[in-house]
């Protein structure tokens, strides 16, 4: 079975800052990663995707993540936050059944302070 | 574009109590999914479905039930409340019959409280 481990529930930083929230997953068939942010109240949004090819992912909003296979691992990067990336973040990988169905981290709670 | 759309966003039940989440979507998705959400456990897949009259169990199916009779539409039933499903359910809905290349589209969630 897959899973994903996010190792820290909650991440502060000031604005401007450099931040990173770590993701390592466990999978012995093909690795499909994802990251997705949810802002206060809403729903899921996608912020990238790891499928294949180059293992440095970028996506919306500034946000980039590297696959390191090595490591099992694809931390989420960003090299200065602004106030309105405050969002929880949530690492999934696939569930099986379907390739819409995904197993979702714990989350991690980033707060973006002035 | 409305997207995914769940109602109600509040919902308040007694143990026991029986009710029906709804989610629509106006995207023609074939694939839609419920989740829950729970503090400190992100979110959990209950049940999806690739098609209209096709549904299958997720991760926790205990206690809800689901059916498909129309692409648009995928309600999620509890026919007897517990304390245990005080949740944040999330609807959700991919192009397709479910690929890795198609985003989730996610509704804005429907806060529940059993007590």
């Known amino acids: 079975a897959q899973s994903v481990t996010q190792l820290d529930s909650q991440v502060p930083v000031f604005e401007e800052a450099p931040v990173e929230l770590r993701c390592n997953y466990s999978?012995?068939?093909?690795?499909?990663l994802f990251w997705y942010v949810q802002y206060p109240n809403q729903g899921l949004q996608l912020l990238l995707k790891?499928?294949?090819?180059?293992?440095l992912v970028k996506g919306i909003n500034g946000f980039e993540a590297e696959f390191n296979k090595s490591q099992t691992s694809f931390h989420l990067r960003k090299p200065s936050v602004h106030i309105s990336d405050t969002a929880e973040y949530f690492c999934?990988?696939?569930?099986?059944?379907?390739?819409?169905?995904?197993?979702f981290g714990k989350g991690t709670k980033l707060s973006v302070k002035p | 574009n409305a997207g995914v759309t769940q109602t109600p966003k509040f919902q308040v039940l007694k143990t026991g109590q029986s009710m029906t989440l709804q989610c629509a979507q106006d995207?023609?998705?074939?694939?839609m999914s419920w989740y829950r959400q729970d503090p400190g456990m992100g979110l959990r897949l209950i049940h999806y479905?690739?098609?209209?009259?096709?549904?299958d169990q997720g991760e926790v199916p205990n206690g809800y039930n689901v059916s498909r009779s129309t692409t648009e539409d995928f309600p999620l039933r509890l026919l007897s409340a517990a304390p245990s499903q005080t949740s944040v359910y999330f609807c959700?809905?991919?192009?397709?019959?479910?690929?890795?290349?198609?985003?989730?589209?996610f509704g804005n969630g429907t806060r529940l409280t059993v007590t």
């Open positions: 959700a809905s991919s192009y397709g019959t479910g690929s890795y290349n198609s985003p989730l589209h």
């Open positions: 999978s012995s068939v093909s690795v499909y």
């Open positions: 479905s690739v098609g209209a009259g096709i549904t």
């Open positions: 995207m023609n998705h074939e694939y």
């Open positions: 790891y499928l294949s090819g180059s293992t």
């Open positions: 999934a990988v696939p569930y099986g059944g379907s390739q819409g169905n995904l197993i």
